[in-house]
C-alpha cells in the first residue's frame, strides 16, 4: 500500500496515463471509428453494385453476392485495423513486437507458398463476385466448356452441362468466361435458299414471320426487339445465306429460336421456296461434252450385268492383259462408235 502512495509512483502513473495511456485511447478510438467510416463505405458501394442502371438489372441473387462480398469486406477490414492497433497497444506497453512482426511474418510467407494456388482462387472469385460477372442461374462457356451455372463460391464455379455433367473449375484457372444470358440475349440465325428464289420477296416473308412471331400471345412477352434481317451474308455452294437475328429475354433465346425455325420451313413450304439440301452440280464444259447412252441397243444386258457375265468378262479382259473398268471403256468406245456409223 506504501507504494501505491508514494508520490513518485504516482507521478510515474499520471506521466504514463498522459502519454502512453493517451496514445492507447486515441489508438482504440481511431480504430473504431476507422471501422465504422469502412462499414459505412462499404455499404455504399453495394447499395451502388445493387442499382438499377437500367442496361443490367438487378436481382435477388444479385443482392445475395453483394451481400457475400460486403460481408467479407468487412471482415477483412475489421481483422486488419484490429491488429494494427494492436501492435500500437503492445508498443506502448513497452512489449517488444518486433518478434511478433517477424513471426507473422515467416509465418504468411509459409502459408503463401504452401496455398498459393488456395489464394489465387480466392482473389480470382472475389473479383469474380465484386465484378458481377456471371450468376447463378446464368448459361456460360468457361475455358470452352459451356452449361447452366449452379453455384459461384470464393474459391470455385460450379456448371452443369445439357447432358447433366457437372463441371467445377477453380476460379484462379479461369483463362476466358463467356456469359450468354447477361441482360438479355439473342438468337442468330443463317437461311439457306436455293439460287433461283428472289432474296428481296424472301427477306419480305422473313420480316413478315418476324412480326407475326412478335404478335403471339405466349412469344411476345419473351422478345425484347423485332426480327432483323440482317441481308444476304454468304454465298454457299448450294445455297443463298440470309442472315437474321432475334433479341430476347435472358435464357428464351434457344426456345424463341427454336419456335422461329419451325414457323420459317412451315411457310416456305406453303410458298414454294426451296431450302437446298447439299448437292453437287457436274458441268462438263466444250471440251469433254457428255455422250448418250441407249443401254436398250446393247444385246444380253441381263447376261452381262450378272455375276456369270462378270467372271466371264474379267476373265477375257485377264487374256487381253487389260483391266476390267479398260475392257467397259473400250466396249462402250466401240458402241458409240457404231451408233455414229449408223446414224450416217
Not at 513486437?97 to 509465418?107: D, K, L, R, V
Not at 476466358?176 to 432474296?199: H, M
Not at 424472301?202 to 419473351?222: A, N, Q, R, T, Y
Not at 432483323?228 to 435464357?251: A, H, R, W, Y
Request: hydrophobic fraction near 45%; charged fraction near 25%.
Amino acid at each position: 500500500m506504501s507504494r501505491i502512495f508514494n508520490p513518485d509512483y504516482i507521478d510515474q502513473v499520471i506521466n504514463w496515463l498522459m502519454t502512453s495511456g493517451l496514445r492507447i485511447v486515441v489508438t482504440a478510438i481511431g480504430a473504431y471509428v476507422l471501422i465504422k467510416l469502412l462499414s459505412i463505405l462499404i455499404g455504399r458501394v453495394e447499395k451502388i453494385m445493387v442499382k438499377d442502371e437500367g442496361k443490367f438489372f438487378a436481382t435477388v441473387e444479385t443482392e445475395k453476392r453483394v451481400k457475400t462480398i460486403g460481408y467479407i469486406l468487412r471482415k477483412v477490414a475489421f481483422v486488419s485495423v484490429f491488429v494494427m492497433a494492436l501492435m500500437m497497444v503492445l508498443r506502448e506497453v513497452g512489449m517488444d513486437i518486433a518478434p511478433i512482426i517477424t513471426g507473422a511474418g515467416i509465418i504468411g510467407l509459409a502459408v503463401g507458398f504452401g496455398a498459393q494456388n488456395l489464394v489465387r482462387d480466392v482473389i480470382s472469385g472475389f473479383f469474380i463476385l465484386m465484378e458481377n460477372q456471371v450468376r447463378v442461374g446464368d448459361v456460360a462457356e468457361i475455358n470452352g466448356t459451356g452449361g447452366l451455372v449452379e453455384e459461384i463460391n470464393l474459391r470455385t464455379i460450379v456448371l452443369r452441362d445439357l447432358e447433366g455433367i457437372v463441371h467445377v473449375f477453380p476460379n484462379g484457372t479461369i483463362n476466358t468466361l463467356s456469359n450468354r444470358t447477361r441482360g438479355w440475349s439473342r438468337y442468330v440465325i443463317d437461311v439457306g435458299v436455293a439460287y433461283k428464289e428472289n432474296v428481296d420477296n424472301v427477306m419480305e416473308l422473313l420480316k413478315e414471320i418476324g412480326e407475326e412471331l412478335s404478335k403471339d400471345e405466349h412469344f411476345s412477352p419473351l422478345i425484347l426487339e423485332p426480327l432483323e434481317i440482317l441481308g444476304v451474308d454468304n454465298f454457299g455452294n448450294s445455297e443463298v445465306i440470309i442472315k437474321c437475328m432475334i433479341k430476347t429475354q435472358p435464357l428464351k433465346q434457344w426456345e424463341v429460336g427454336r419456335e422461329l425455325r419451325r414457323r420459317i420451313k412451315n411457310t416456305f413450304d406453303r410458298k414454294g421456296i426451296e431450302i437446298p439440301f447439299p448437292h453437287v452440280s457436274v458441268y462438263f464444259g466444250e471440251a469433254s461434252k457428255p455422250f448418250a447412252l441407249d443401254i436398250t441397243q446393247i444385246r444380253n444386258v441381263g447376261s452381262i450385268f450378272s455375276y456369270s457375265g462378270y467372271e466371264l468378262m474379267k476373265e477375257i479382259a485377264e487374256k487381253r492383259g487389260k483391266s476390267l473398268d479398260e475392257l467397259l471403256k473400250e466396249a462402250l468406245e466401240n458402241i458409240i462408235k457404231g451408233e455414229k456409223g449408223a446414224g450416217k
